[in-house]
């Protein structure tokens, strides 16, 4: 089976029933760490200047929440952009190893795609959970795969 073969057949087969207390618990315990820490990140300079430039670029779909900056919204794209330079600014999200920040990268777009759905399609407790968790395993398997992650010393 090819790699790309590999990743479909896992998202298609994930199951919000597959996942295990234990995986739950700890995927609540991710999210509510990434925000935290993009709150603080939304603070810092770095965010100014990442929020400054996408609210000059133009988009007629804007939907989507900005950590720490209640009733601006931006495109899922610029939303998902902005808050992930909110979390990485301050780099205090969660990493494994091969040296990646899981949470930092997947829950700012699930949350901008979450809220460019309309109301009778947002998902539920459980399946933004099972997305969560098939972001980081599709990010896991990707840094797996990459030739300069394992390059990285371990720390």
């Given at each position: 089976?090819?790699?790309?073969?590999?990743?479909?057949?896992?998202?298609?087969?994930?199951?919000?029933?597959?996942?295990?207390?234990?995986?739950?618990?700890?995927?609540?315990?991710?999210?509510?760490?990434?925000i935290g820490v993009g709150?603080?990140?939304?603070?810092?300079?770095?965010?100014?200047?990442?929020?400054?430039?996408?609210?000059?670029?133009?988009?007629?779909?804007?939907?989507?929440?900005?950590?720490?900056?209640?009733?601006?919204?931006?495109?899922?794209?610029?939303?998902?952009?902005?808050?992930?330079?909110?979390?990485?600014?301050?780099?205090?999200?969660?990493?494994?190893?091969?040296?990646?920040?899981?949470?930092?990268?997947?829950?700012?777009?699930?949350?901008?795609?979450?809220?460019?759905?309309?109301?009778?399609?947002?998902?539920?407790?459980?399946?933004?959970?099972?997305?969560?968790?098939?972001?980081?395993?599709?990010?896991?398997?990707?840094?797996?795969?990459?030739?300069?992650?394992?390059?990285?010393?371990?720390?």
């Amino acid at each position: 089976e090819s790699v790309t073969g590999s990743f479909a057949s896992f998202i298609h087969a994930a199951r919000p029933e597959l996942l295990s207390q234990t995986v739950r618990q700890r995927s609540k315990r991710m999210i509510l760490d990434s925000i935290g820490v993009g709150l603080v990140g939304s603070t810092t300079r770095v965010f100014d200047i990442a929020l400054r430039y996408c609210r000059e670029l133009y988009s007629s779909v804007a939907v989507s929440s900005v950590y720490g900056k209640p009733g601006v919204k931006l495109s899922p794209t610029l939303a998902a952009f902005t808050n992930g330079v909110a979390t990485h600014s301050m780099d205090f999200d969660d990493t494994w190893h091969p040296a990646t920040h899981p949470s930092g990268a997947v829950l700012p777009a699930l949350l901008a795609a979450s809220q460019m759905l309309p109301p009778n399609t947002k998902p539920n407790g459980l399946d933004f959970l099972l997305a969560f968790n098939v972001g980081l395993e599709v990010q896991g398997r990707l840094m797996h795969f990459s030739t300069e992650a394992h390059d990285i010393p371990k720390r």
